[in-house]
């Protein structure tokens, strides 16, 4: 028997588009009621607009103060919180030579110290209430190292092991933490890849961002002594 989602509610960071807009209108279409949050107002609005109940607010998620901000926005727009989608991120990959330091470090932020902070914040909360669920979004990236990749590998293998601890430091709780590991997903990410590095993130193939939403949806429906701790989800073909 599944979990029926029907008015729970549920945080998304990195809403705007890709994975994060599939997962909302999923969750949406499961009857769940939505905190979106992204950098785009407008993007926000109008995926809002499209739902059934969704309400949003725009920021950047690496801003230290927007998680609590979120976290009561949540509880002030509808009195609680159930679930919590870590979503947010961004890719940059290349050889020693090529790579910005500056960019490895916003991601890094995003990647990383955003999901911490969220995750934190929002765990605390649902440590209070005694129910919650967190799933983050990581790769298979994190679970797998290639040449140029390393920075975006580093961050990807963090949030693995930290969702799994969490798991293990919550267990008995009342609070289940897992992953979404996806591999090539067609987001447009690669769209200023070069030829080459495109080709090879695409030789498999690639998932749509609502293959990914089904497979978020899976771990939330699952009965309460269920856990799907991570699902890894790549295309049939991929090589990696």
Request: aromatic fraction near 6%; charged fraction near 20%.
């Amino acid at each position: 028997m599944v979990v029926d989602l029907n008015n729970k509610v549920a945080l998304i960071t990195g809403a705007s588009s890709g994975i994060g807009k599939a997962i909302a209108q999923d969750l949406d279409s499961a009857g769940m009621k939505l905190i979106l949050t992204a950098r785009s107002q407008d993007k926000l609005e109008q995926i809002a607009a499209s739902l059934n109940n969704a309400r949003v607010l725009a920021g950047g998620i690496t801003d230290a103060e927007m998680p609590q901000q979120l976290l009561e926005f949540a509880l002030e727009s509808y009195g609680k919180l159930d679930v919590v989608l870590n979503n947010a991120g961004m890719m940059t990959v290349g050889a020693i030579e090529e790579v910005n330091i500056d960019t490895i470090a916003q991601m890094v932020r995003l990647n990383v110290e955003a999901v911490y902070r969220m995750a934190y914040t929002t765990l605390k909360h649902f440590k209070k209430i005694g129910s919650g669920f967190l799933i983050n979004t990581s790769s298979i990236a994190g679970l797998k190292t290639m040449p140029t990749y390393g920075a975006y590998n580093g961050t990807k293998y963090a949030v693995e092991a930290f969702t799994d601890a969490l798991r293990m430091e919550l267990a008995g709780t009342g609070i289940k933490v897992a992953s979404v590991a996806p591999g090539t997903v067609d987001t447009g990410l690669y769209d200023s890849w070069t030829e080459e590095n495109k080709d090879y993130i695409t030789s498999g193939g690639a998932l749509l961002p609502e293959d990914i939403a089904r497979s978020v949806r899976f771990i939330l429906e699952q009965p309460d002594p269920v856990l799907i701790p991570r699902l890894l989800v790549v295309p049939t073909n991929q090589p990696v």
